[in-house]
């Protein structure tokens, strides 16, 4: 059973930064595809960025594009996601999840039904 803990939220102002880290145990299994998603208050909740961890293609939701980064650390098993010029519409909670069966692959890494293991999430409030 793949554990995942987020960190790193927290309140920051509008065009500020913060990054947070996605740390996982209990890995049995190769990793196909570590998400990062999110989910407003009222609203659904939605993809934000992916990494295929074969090739480390990268993907953004187009509302965080050129704004976010993923990226991971294996000898730590962590995944980040850096965000710069935080907007009062990325307030969220934010979540990482993994795929370790591969379904990523062929469903799509936007896709929440691809993902296996979800971490509990960590708030991000950016003030205007």
């Known amino acids: 059973q793949v554990h995942l803990v987020e960190s790193g939220g927290g309140l920051v102002q509008t065009g500020g930064s913060l990054r947070l880290s996605c740390s996982a145990s209990?890995?049995?299994?190769?990793?196909?595809?570590m998400g990062w998603f999110r989910q407003a208050p009222g609203k659904e909740r939605e993809f934000v960025a992916s990494?295929?961890?074969?090739?480390?293609?990268?993907y953004y939701a187009d509302s965080v594009k050129g704004r976010f980064s993923i990226s991971r650390d294996n000898s730590k098993n962590e995944v980040y996601l850096q965000m710069y010029r935080l907007k009062p519409e990325d307030t969220a909670v934010y979540y990482c999840?993994?795929?370790?069966?591969?379904?990523?692959?062929?469903?799509?890494?936007?896709?929440?039904?691809?993902?296996?293991?979800w971490g509990q999430g960590t708030q991000v409030t950016v003030s205007s």
């Open positions: 999840a993994e795929d370790t069966e591969g379904r990523t692959l062929y469903s799509g890494t936007y896709r929440e039904t691809s993902y296996k293991y």
């Open positions: 209990g890995r049995t299994s190769d990793t196909i595809t």
């Open positions: 990494m295929i961890y074969s090739n480390e293609r990268v």
